[in-house]
């Protein structure tokens, strides 16, 4: 008879992804949550909620990832998807320097509505698009820095740094909550 192990009970974290609008915040979640790079499933309007177990330092830990789908421009809409998130990664577009200038805003509009986060991590997306970049590494390290947060350059195409920045994110949760 094989023996049963019981293992301790999955620990569930609300995470969500904040920054303009078409900086690969779903692109990204699919990157990490099936591995696929997709380009047509964009659509849908509302909230996206998708889930992923990963082990951090001997743990176990399911992500809640709330996806804000569409740019909803209603403030309270938006309230809502902040409520219980404990962890966020703020994505801006290398290509795109106004996305970066624009998540501080997407900060304090976090922080106003929910008093519960306690990992944040930094995201410059698109890194393959060598040619087109408009954002020094140097730039987003620094905002980072100012945050204590760390930070990462991803591709969502190509998977660069995907895995490791939702890593760095769950860390950070069982840093700062304890397992
Ligand atoms: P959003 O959820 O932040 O609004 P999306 O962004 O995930 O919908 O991505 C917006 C567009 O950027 C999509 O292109 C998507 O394919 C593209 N994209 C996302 N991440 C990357 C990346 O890392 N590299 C490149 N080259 N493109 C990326 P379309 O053309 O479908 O609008
Ligand atoms: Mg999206």
Known sequence: MSKEV?????LMYKVILAGDGAVGKTSLIEKFVTGK???DYRMTLGTNIFAKSLTVEGASVKLII???AGQPHFKHVRSGF?????GALLVYDVT???TLDNLENWRTEMMNNTDDVASVVVVGNKCDLKNLREVKRSEG???A??????FFETSAKEGDNVEAAFLALAKGIIQSKGV
């Not at 902040?82 to 404990?86: I, Q, W």
């Open 6 to 10: 019981k293992t301790a009970k999955e």
């Open 37 to 39: 790079f997709e380009t």
């Open 66 to 68: 709330w996806d804000l």
């Open 82 to 86: 902040y409520l219980g998130a404990v």
């Open 96 to 98: 795109r320097r106004s």
């Open 141 to 143: 390290e620094e905002y």
């Open 145 to 150: 820095k100012s945050l204590g947060a760390p």
